[in-house]
């Protein structure tokens, strides 16, 4: 019997060194620490060669947690033909009396860990699909610095007792009365000429990540699931382009209720015999997407309705994805009335809604064709 046919290597990566620990696929063995070596390109390839010439006839298996350094170790062995895997740092099986850590522990956990199968692993975007994900997470992030600016210079005004004369707020209009406005002390006409500088900046880098944004997702792989979920209610190109950035390729997902569940959209539990008790929602997974639905949810508190905005949206989409949505609004319209009725509380009911679209979501991806990535393309755009 070949006792080396499969190896599992754990990494304890960091910024600027990585601990390997190596376990065989053998009843009985314990993990054994193969050193440090350089969180690099060159090191790491070093070290996936020296560990296959030292077992020509096993199957490595790559395994180490997901941090900020990104998902560059994964590409570079699975591009070599290594199976490499990313897990949860969450979902990790820890003792409550293990006090003692240390990477060499850390590596072997891992490695001993998932040969158990007592590891979940985590989906990894092509680098591709992250790069757009990086653009609108950039977009997300000036318009909240912009919005820090304009709450900054409210403050400013509450405490100086200045009241805004126009009542169109941001507009051409209201920042050339900015402009012009006098303040008695010249310190503090500097305090307003530097945040309407800071303003009018921040609202210029938004327009360019927005203009950026929509350029670039029409070349995007995802754009006909990006267009067509744009056929609900209450989902827009930002909020449409948001979530398939953060969330991939939804047919990963075999039922609707493990996307919600992945959302953190479904009620916690803890129930016991006889006994069922649920709380509030989990709040697991992508925080992003889940504000991003929610957001969406609320305009379903009006009535059924096909505004002009909405048809033409829908236009050129096929008659199955109408269909979808047209049912989801009727349904969720229809549900976000009777819970109200029933005495529900606002957040509540958005959240239910917000967890049903989820459905619908998913219904509408199973419809639209998604293009795959050249395995060659993948290869060639690895960082040097």
């Not at 493990?258 to 709040?283: A, D, F, N, W």
């Not at 905005?309 to 609004?329: F, P, T, V």
């Not at 819970?339 to 509408?364: C, D, N, Q």
Request: proline share 4%.
């Amino acid at each position: 019997m070949n006792h080396d046919t499969t190896l599992f290597i754990g990494l304890d990566t960091h910024k600027s060194f990585t601990q390997v620990a190596l376990l065989k696929d053998n009843r009985g063995e314990t993990p054994i620490s193969y050193g440090r070596i350089d969180t690099s390109k060159s090191a790491l390839i070093k070290l996936a060669q020296k560990i296959q010439s030292q077992f020509p006839k096993a199957t490595l298996h790559f395994i180490y947690e997901a941090g900020p350094c990104g998902y560059w170790i994964y590409r570079l062995l699975t591009s070599l033909s290594y199976h490499c895997y990313i897990v949860a740092p969450s979902l990790i099986p820890k003792k409550p009396g293990d006090r003692v850590k240390t990477d060499k522990r850390d590596a072997a956990k891992l490695a001993r860990l998932f040969r158990a199968d007592e590891l979940s692993t985590i989906y990894v975007p092509e680098a591709e699909d992250e790069a757009i994900r990086d653009l609108s997470r950039a977009r997300e992030t000036a318009m909240k610095d912009l919005k820090d600016a304009k709450l900054q210079l409210k403050g400013f005004f509450l405490r100086n007792n200045i009241n805004t004369v126009v009542k169109d707020n941001w507009s051409k209009k209201h920042l050339r009365w900015l402009t012009e406005l006098v303040l008695p002390h010249h310190s503090q006409q500097i305090v307003l000429q530097e945040m309407i500088q800071i303003i009018s900046e921040r609202m210029q880098r938004l327009q360019r990540l927005d203009n950026e944004l929509i350029h670039q997702v029409k070349n995007w792989r995802y754009y006909p699931v990006v267009k067509s979920i744009q056929a609900m209610r209450g989902i827009r190109l930002l909020v449409a382009l948001g979530t398939i950035a953060e969330l991939g390729d939804l047919r990963r997902f075999d039922h609707p209720r493990k996307l919600m569940s992945y959302l953190g959209l479904v009620p916690s539990e803890s129930s016991s015999g006889q006994k069922r008790r649920q709380g509030s929602i989990t709040k697991c997974g992508n925080s992003r997407a889940r504000r991003l639905l929610i957001e969406g949810a609320h305009s379903y508190k009006h009535k059924a309705n096909i505004s002009s905005e909405l048809q033409i949206r829908q236009e050129g989409l096929s008659k199955e994805i109408i269909d979808i949505a047209w049912q989801a609004q009727l349904r969720l319209c229809r549900r976000y009335q009777r819970l109200m009725f029933l005495g529900k509380h606002r957040s509540v009911v958005v959240t239910a809604i917000a967890r049903e679209m989820v459905a619908f979501i998913w219904a509408i991806t199973r419809e639209v064709g998604i293009q795959p990535i050249d395995p060659r393309q993948r290869i060639a755009r690895l960082p040097s």
